[in-house]
């Protein structure tokens, strides 16, 4: 590849080579990932037989040939004619944007609805999986975040995700989590919003992922206040930034991707950094910042039941949910017009509540009284709220 690159570093010097216009300025004409090689130059004939021939070259002096078949040829801006031109001379197909590398679309506009569709499909395709069907509330919610987070790692960092998937996104996953079903259903015990909550404010710290996504793409106006010597970092700053301060340049020209990752400035004065700030923050976190989006949030009092607690996920599920008031018993579906026998089925003498169930029905009353006999405290058990206040203390 020296060789390669030492035979294209020669042509800046031919008055006929022409770069491609926003490569010139920094002369660059390859760029390598892997065993994929992208070439860029002005799209006239001329330049592209100079170029061509250097590949050759360097094919014949190292073995390696194109598979043209896996090849492809984009146009920006170059007329129909030379179009035919260029494809008749080097064979090979002409491709068309967007593109997908390493599972993403390349793209520079606003990412639509229909490029979101495999992320969707894929969403979709983990959480409708038969072991998927089988599990508990909190095997659902553990399967929700550990999507959510691939979803982060692969397109958040990437994308401005349009708001319409990001809801989407929350749709499926709530639907999933409270219905086990991939149909879309407004059924839930606790609001979204409240999920994504920390577990101090009494929600399960889930991933908001329209804040994320604000939070990822916060990353990449970081990177370019502070990394200048990644090469996409230069380019940026050549084409677009050029000697303005990034703090007041304002981009109307630019790619959609480029003047969102500009608009993120905003993000940072919301999250209360300035310039300065942002220059001696030592490590980025996307955490971080999500965290200071996402602001403060009021801490429930009982809180020191279900942070830090080492009992079964499974049972610190449920106490979550009890402790918001809200679990499917038997009252609670009445008032969603859902009949059934009111009765407690275990004492079968009064109506199921969460305040029966858990204080009230004679067998947990019972319970009660020999676990704390057990544990040597010596009171007595009152309902929920008195209980939650106990605990606090
Ligand atoms: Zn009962």
Redesign the pocket.
């Known amino acids: 590849m020296k060789y390669f690159t030492r035979r294209l570093k020669a042509l800046h010097h031919i008055p006929d080579f022409n770069h491609h216009p926003k490569c010139a300025n920094m002369q660059i004409i390859q760029l390598g990932f892997a065993d994929d090689l992208l070439l860029f130059c002005m799209g006239d004939i001329g330049s592209i037989k100079l170029l061509y021939n250097c590949f050759l070259e360097f094919s014949k002096a190292s073995g390696l040939e194109i598979n043209k078949k896996k090849s492809s040829i984009f146009f920006g801006g170059v007329s129909h004619d030379m179009q035919e031109d260029i494809l008749e001379f080097l064979g090979i197909q002409k491709g068309e944007f967007p593109v997908r590398y390493m599972g993403v679309p390349l793209i520079s506009n606003r990412v639509s609805l229909v490029q979101c569709q495999s992320l969707i499909d894929k969403l979709v395709g983990r959480i409708t999986s038969w072991t998927a069907k089988l599990l508990s509330y909190v095997g659902r919610l553990q399967l929700i975040k550990s999507v959510l987070f691939s979803i982060q790692t692969y397109w958040s960092q990437i994308f401005m995700l349009p708001k319409k998937i990001t809801k989407l996104i929350e749709a499926i996953c709530r639907s999933f989590l409270w219905t086990r079903d991939n149909n879309i259903s407004k059924k839930a015990l606790l609001a979204w919003e409240k999920v994504c909550q920390p577990r101090s404010a009494g929600g399960f710290n889930v991933m908001d992922i329209g804040l994320w996504n604000k939070a990822a793409i916060s990353k990449q106006f970081c990177n370019i206040c502070k990394e200048k010597n990644k090469l996409w970092i230069q380019w940026v700053h050549c084409y677009y930034i050029k000697n303005k301060h990034i703090w007041e340049v304002q981009l109307n020209q630019a790619s959609w991707i480029m003047r969102k990752i500009v608009k993120a400035k905003e993000n940072f004065e919301a999250a209360g950094y300035n310039y300065e700030d942002l220059r001696q923050m030592h490590d980025f976190s996307i955490k971080h910042i999500d965290h200071k989006l996402r602001g403060d949030f009021s801490k429930v009092s009982w809180r020191k039941l279900v942070c830090n607690n080492a009992g079964c996920p499974r049972w610190i599920f449920m106490l979550t949910l009890v402790a918001n008031g809200r679990l499917y018993t038997k009252d609670r579906l009445l008032k969603w017009g859902i009949e059934t026998d009111q009765r ?1 089925l ?2 079968t ?2 109506n ?1 509540s969460i305040q ?2 858990f204080f009230e ?3 947990a009353a019972e319970l009660w009284k020999r676990m704390l006999k057990w544990q040597g405290i010596s009171r007595n058990i009152y309902g929920w709220s008195e209980e939650l206040k106990w605990v606090e203390n």
């Open positions: 407690c275990v004492c003498q009064a199921e029966h169930l029905c004679q067998y």
